[in-house]
């Protein structure tokens, strides 16, 4: 027998194993069918999902064909009606309801989650569980609340939900709760590796007395969600995931009107600087990358440590990782448990045999014989290595230098992904600057993984758009007010080469040019087109821009930086200088609308100057919240510009569709790449006149004319496009965001019919999609 001294050593102790009889009793209620309208269907097509700890069947499950899909959507549209009119107060005692027995079952739904998902069943039982409980009250509240905090939104409607295996009930939570606190109704699809919770949650619903056809889940594989995806009667689609996968439902989703919100993978930087409490940094990356079996889409998978202390923090981290336990995920002692299913173990170590023939030095702790993978330290990678670009999922972390602040950032941002970061310093100025300046759409200092019902979640650039949790969350699940449908606009006119000399009309040469850069240039084919007035006469050349004018207008674009980072009070004073100009030159724009034809050019001159000063004063308006979250952490949720947007304007209003777009995005510190009206581009071209004289800075706005379908085809295939607006007729809209599906830019496409004059013309929404969240954590406390 060990003496105490030496146990005291060894930190070795006995097994505490969690009984499972419970949920395999509850498993013997299998087969199960599908949850639709409001009871189980007859199981059919069965599938058999495993235990990955031990590799015994669990269960029997139906495999959710087309048909499944169909009755479901159906159900799920025949109960919108009732559902979406009822109070919310209504609603909201159904959400408390879920929560409460969720609650009065939280060991079996914590062990029916182990024994699907392979975590283990400490972290389900004090994180997965209680955090999706969280996840029901919390939008219990927003059900209550929504008429009055939202007015003028409506639900979407039949809301298509797809969730991966990872954090089975958690991600059924994200999804179901806001979407019926909104007023929608909804048709779920569980990861086929992980379904099991998901039917115990159905089962609550029957027993809460929920009306049938509200929530309804199918389960199945891929071609279930494919289906979901491709169904007509869907209104919205709620994916997380793998980034291919929500490349190809962004390209399936273009143009059917469908809304999207996509979260998706990450590689997210764990910055550790040199004055951090490195204790406390090591036990940042347990939580990081070794929590659920790194199977986790924020997971901290790339640390980058001050060079002045990586030997000390790469020796303490080694030594730490050598202690974790992964072995039976059922004993309350194990750290780190089994991976979800043989084919994502071969991809891991898959993955780490490859980065190792590319030079990595790979340092691994132990664990049991099975489905299951070591903790494993990566060091010696280079930048280009696979485990440093891919997003591996599973317990494996890589590690390298910076030498200074500014290095570590860059090495941060290379990533085509944004999901989340970590930030670990003492110092609360540097910690603040890099948090800013981060392209991720969450930031832990000094902490990792926290969540919360009311803080946003989700990712920037390859991971994804749109946001989960608290008010951000909730508008994902409503529609802002404003037109529906989309008229067919004008064709693109054919291109009339420049006559030598340049173009001349009535005796007066109007040829204008690009607007790059701050600076008018020719358009590089060297290619104009006449532009004919009100009465059919020619009013001037427009320059016929292309894919090289549009490169150098978002390489112009991307330059000015500063401008995202100034404030909103020097960007105001920018816009105010602007609006006073346009007032200025009142006449001349006059003027130039009636040559284009304006119905009532002095009208839309007047409209124009108003909205630039309305944008103005917005600039430092914009303000992000404070969310109440944990105890002694302030969660900032900061709205944050894009970066570079493409803005594609309507044809009409030419001036004031024009300001009405480009004013808010560049006022939220955006720079533009603006294809202007089709028709009548010459007022928008003029405006560079007026952006010179106002000390607008040289590319915040770039404004390339010519084929509309052409140019918009290549700002929204451009990775160096963050986001993109989209006024077009619906065939250039759907081009546009299957086009986006590339870098997954968020796009908006809006109609051009609505009231450019009136208060549609500068609504809540032109600012919003100038703007995503960061959430920002900040702990406290001495
Ligand atoms: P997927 O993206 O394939 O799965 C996520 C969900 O989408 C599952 O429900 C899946 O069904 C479903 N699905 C799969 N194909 C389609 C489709 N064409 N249309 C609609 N729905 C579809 O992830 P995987 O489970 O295959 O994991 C692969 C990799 O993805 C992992 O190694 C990891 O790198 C990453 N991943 C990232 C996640 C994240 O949260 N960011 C979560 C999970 C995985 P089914 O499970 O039945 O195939």
Redesign the pocket.
Known sequence: MPSISEVLDSMDYGPAPESADHALKWLERGPFGHFINGAFTAPDALFTPDNPATGAPLAQLSQGSADDIDAAVAAARAAFGDWSARPGHERARYLYAMARHIQKRERLFAVLEVLDNGKPIREARDIDIPLAVRHFYHHAGWAELVAEEFPNHRPHGVCGQ?????FPLL?LAWKIAPALAAGNTVVL?????TPLTALLFAEICTEIGLPPGVVNIVA???????A??AHEGVDKIA????????R??RR?TAGTGKALTL????KSPFIVFADADLDAAVEGVVDAIWFNQG???CAGSRILVAEAVAPRFEALLRARMGRLRAGDPLDKGTDIGAIVHPR?LE??TGLVDQAQAQGATVHAGTATQGCFCPPMLLTDVAPANIAVTE????PVAVMMTFRTPPEALELANNTRYG?AASVWTENIGTAMDVAANLRAGVVWINATNLFDANAPFGGMRE?GFGREGGRAGMLAYLAAPGPQGRAPLADSPAPVPLPAGGGACGGIDRTTKLFIGGAFKRADAGQSWSVHGAGGDVIGQAPWGSRKDIRNAVEAAAKVTGWGRATGHERAQVLYFLAENMDRRRAEMTEALVQAGSPDPAAEVDCSIRRAFLHAAWADKLDGRVHATRSAHVTLAMNVPHGVMGVICPDAPALLGFVSLVLPAIAMGNRVVVVPSQTQPLPALDFGQLLVSSDVPGGVVNIVSGPRAALTRVLAAHDGVDALCCVAPPEVCAMAEAEAAGNLKPVWTESAQRDWFGPAGQEAVFRAFAVQVKTVWTPYGA
């Open positions: 797809i969730i991966p295996w990872n991600m699809k569980p990861a086929e590796y199945g594989d891929g071609t279930t969600g494919a979901l995806v994916f997380t995931g793998s980034t291919a996968v929500g190809e439902i399936a979260e998706l993978g990450g199977e986790v889409c994502q991809r891991i997003e591996i999922f599973g999901l991971s």
